[in-house]
């Protein structure tokens, strides 16, 4: 069987005769990375494009059209010592950078208003006091509108719609108050303006919007950030699958061109990509990315297998499936379906803020309206002094007071390597008093180690694991990396179902099972745990036993007893057996654990806690666990976890360690607690401002002087989510 | 102040040539990778048939 790269599902033609790729490239950082690879791929013959970017860590590349093959591009970079891949923008990716790119637009249409109004402005503010002619300030009054109306039409349009859309769905959010103000603002000034008086507001209307667009950006950044970074991550996994192209001929594709249908090719230490059903072969499959059982399943023709599915001992053939035809998948789908529904609509602190917000602020202002025709004033003079009010409580500071935090805070999370799915994450995340971990994959490690691997002398390890290079079988694949064994044994010789076996310098080794090396006898006095798999070695006379097994992440204990001193309670649910589940809570100190736990009970519990009044943060990998990770209040996914599960939680972390965990609670709190200190400034203004508003000697020189001033205030307060605490334990 | 029939009109144009210029510079993607420009701009020696940007 020949086997082929082929990456053409990621080639698309860019003009005349030239085609062009995007890699997403692993390990660059600085400029010197830059230039070498750069140079490495200009130096091949017919590439009219080579450019980096480096804060998307993603190569561009053009060739002229059927002259190279786009795995010359990897092998190169892999020789330069980079790791690359081809990359698709997805849909929510491309999104967020329109998204971007369109508020960068409206942001820099509303600065050039507010620096030109703001140069007709302060010679209007100086000449009411000097001796301007009142046609000289009408004169500029009419020039800032021209420039200040078309400005806000435009880079008004992302509050407007928001605004619109809450208001046709009959709730309101922190844009509505924003769009009331800005509109009235400009509609007052232009009233204002008509009839020759002294004061027009277009300068503070249009300075409120680039406020807000800053926070807006930033905001936005932030996600498309975190949006790259996870494309990249996905895209670096490599998730590729030996389709058959012909009876007897396969080609590696990647799993993006892989349609419903296709056979694909299983071999044995692969990771599935696919969901399908077996047509053809015998294997031991390892399922507990999908289910969290770490024991093996026996599959056959017909049997179902998920992507994520660790192929053990045998090749199968896979009939590719649609998603949802199987009937594990289909149950999950519908728990996972029920438990976002029935998500409580959790209200975000700055809708809540504005909820009680708005009324407030539109009450007094019409208060000040009635109040002042009481008093005796004109109906054009009461008018003029309610609009100021909405003006000079116009939600400036409100509006920034959280994005920013936000911003700031996810650069800090990101640091530490978390990656946030949704934007309100920090704030539940915050509030989690109590968290259920899933044991397989989130406690433990997704991958297989050796773990009396110090009880073997260095020298018949290393053998172990050259020899265990011959071998196909996942468990010598541990043994293998375990050594890491680069050079394998010439001539060693592998039995199927047994091990394999080598001659080396006269004397015979062999790896496998324990009857195979003749060391039953070491292998029955040994008491190892039921969730270990049992390898010998033998080397002439010599036996070996070695422990095979998922270990737990190497921090773990420390970080439960971190998260144990920050009050917060813990318990595991688990599906694999129990056993293994008490093992596992017994190491860490866990008193509370479930094992053979189904993903409908895992919801229940949840359901159970909730109702006692905990916020639950679930932190899981496995399919099993997405309908729970959507029903918890807050949830975490580590980056191996299942694609379902990952697309669910809210937070993803980084690498081996668990720390991440504690990390990100400790940044969401003390986010939590800036935000809320921001809100309070930013009331704390209004109490101060509202006043001078309704007394009516506000004039638009006051309001544009305290709205920056509150707005700068609380960026800078933000600023402080930076330096979240190092020490995480 | 006849001076501001002048005046306000070239500031109003060199206000939008700025606008006009960021707008472009928005458009031919020099914020994609603001990292990878900050470096550029101190690397010695650039390939020499690089071409200028991408669209």
């Given at each position: 069987m020949q086997i082929t790269r082929d990456f053409s599902h990621y080639v698309r033609t860019a003009g005349e005769g030239v085609q062009h790729i995007d890699l997403a490239v692993e390990g660059v950082h600085c400029a010197g990375c830059m230039a070498k690879i750069e140079r490495g791929l200009s130096?091949?013959?017919?590439?009219?494009l080579a450019r980096v970017n480096l804060t998307d860590r993603r190569v561009a590349l053009e060739w002229k059209?059927?002259?190279?093959?786009?795995s010359r591009f990897i092998d190169r970079l892999a020789e330069l010592g980079y790791k690359a891949y081809p990359y698709e923008t997805e849909s929510a990716e491309a999104t967020e950078v329109a998204g971007s790119r369109f508020l960068l637009r409206c942001l820099g249409v509303a600065a050039f208003a507010t620096l030109n109004v703001m140069m007709l402005s302060i010679p209007v503010w100086s000449g009411n006091v000097s001796d301007m002619l009142p046609e000289q300030r009408d004169f500029f009054h009419w020039l800032s509108a021209l420039i200040a109306l078309p400005a806000a039409a435009y880079a008004g349009q992302p509050f407007f719609r928001s605004a619109w859309r809450a208001l046709s769905n009959k709730t309101t959010n922190m844009d509505v108050p924003i769009s009331i103000g800005v509109c009235l603002a400009l509609g007052m000034s232009v009233v204002e303006t008509i009839h020759h008086a002294?004061?027009?507001y277009f300068d503070a209307a249009i300075m409120l919007l680039t406020f807000l667009l800053v926070g807006r950006f930033l905001d936005q950044n932030t996600r498309r950030r975190t949006r790259a970074v996870a494309g990249n991550l996905a895209a670096l996994k490599a998730e590729t699958a030996a389709k058959f192209v012909g009876p007897d001929e396969i080609s590696q594709v990647p799993v993006a061109a892989i349609h419903p249908g296709d056979i694909v090719l299983l071999r044995p230490g692969e990771r599935c990509a696919v969901d399908g059903t077996v047509i053809e072969g015998r294997s031991e499959i390892d399922q507990s990315l999908i289910t969290g059982e770490t024991l093996y399943v026996t599959a056959g023709r017909g049997t179902p297998v998920y992507a994520g599915s660790m192929n053990i001992s045998g090749t199968l053939r896979v009939r590719v499936s649609a998603a949802s035809e199987a009937t594990l998948l289909a149950e999950i789908t519908r728990l996972l379906d029920n438990a976002l529904q029935a998500r409580s609509r959790y209200m975000r602190l700055a809708d809540r803020a504005s909820r009680l917000y708005a009324p407030v602020v539109h009450a007094t202002a019409l208060l000040t309206v009635l109040g002042w025709v009481i008093a005796g004033a004109s109906w054009h003079d009461a008018i003029v002094t309610g609009v100021a009010v909405l003006i000079i409580t116009c939600p400036c500071a409100l509006g920034l007071a959280i994005p920013t935090v936000q911003t700031v805070a996810s650069g800090a999370m990101f640091k530490s390597g978390v990656l946030l799915n949704s934007g309100d994450a920090i704030e539940r995340l915050a509030e989690a008093d109590h968290i259920i971990f899933d044991k397989?994959?989130?406690?433990?490690?997704?991958d297989l180690a050796v773990?009396?691997?110090?009880?073997?002398?260095t020298d018949i390890f290393e053998l172990a694991g050259r020899l265990a290079?011959?071998?196909?079988h996942a468990v010598a694949a541990a043994v293998a990396q375990a050594a890491g064994a680069r050079s394998p044994i010439v001539g060693a010789v592998e039995e199927a179902g047994q091990g394999v076996r080598a001659v080396v310098e006269g004397v015979e080794i062999r790896l496998g099972r324990p009857s195979f090396c003749g060391a039953e006898a070491l292998a029955g006095g040994v008491n190892l745990d039921a969730e270990a798999s049992i390898v010998a070695f033998s080397k002439g006379t010599e036996k070996f036993i070695l422990s095979v097994r998922q270990g737990l992440r190497p921090d773990a204990q420390a970080v439960i007893a971190a998260l144990k001193a920050r009050n917060i309670g813990i318990e595991i649910l688990s599906g694999d057996r129990e056993p293994a589940v008490r093992a596992a809570a017994h190491a860490l100190g866990i008193a509370e654990w479930r094992a053979g736990v189904t993903p409908a009970d895992k919801i229940a519990r949840i359901e159970e806690l909730k109702r006692r009044g905990a916020r639950v943060l679930m932190v899981g990998d496995g399919m099993n666990d997405a309908p729970s990770l959507a029903a918890a209040h807050v949830s975490m996914s580590p980056i191996s976890a299942a694609h379902l599960s990952q697309a669910t939680a809210d937070l993803v972390f980084l690498g081996r360690p668990l720390a991440p965990v504690v990390a990100a609670i400790d940044s969401a709190r003390k986010a939590l607690h800036l935000m809320r200190q921001n809100l309070w400034l930013a009331i704390g203004y209004n109490v101060l401002a509202v006043p001078i508003a309704i007394s009516g000697v506000v004039t638009p020189l006051i309001a544009a002087a305290a709205m920056s001033g509150s707005s700068i205030l609380v960026m800078l307060n933000s600023l402080r989510a930076c330096s979240a605490s190092r020490k995480i334990v | 102040m006849e001076i501001l029939i002048i005046l306000v009109p070239l500031a109003l144009m060199l206000g939008l040539a700025g606008l006009a210029g960021f707008l472009w510079s928005l458009r031919s993607g020099q914020y994609d990778d603001l990292d990878g420009a900050a470096w550029r701009a101190i690397a010695d020696d650039e390939p020499p048939q690089e071409a200028p940007a991408k669209r």
């Open positions: 130096a091949i013959p017919d590439v009219t059209q059927g002259t190279l093959d786009p002294e004061h027009a397989t994959g989130t406690l433990t490690l997704p773990t009396n691997a110090a009880e073997i002398s290079l011959s071998s196909n | -």
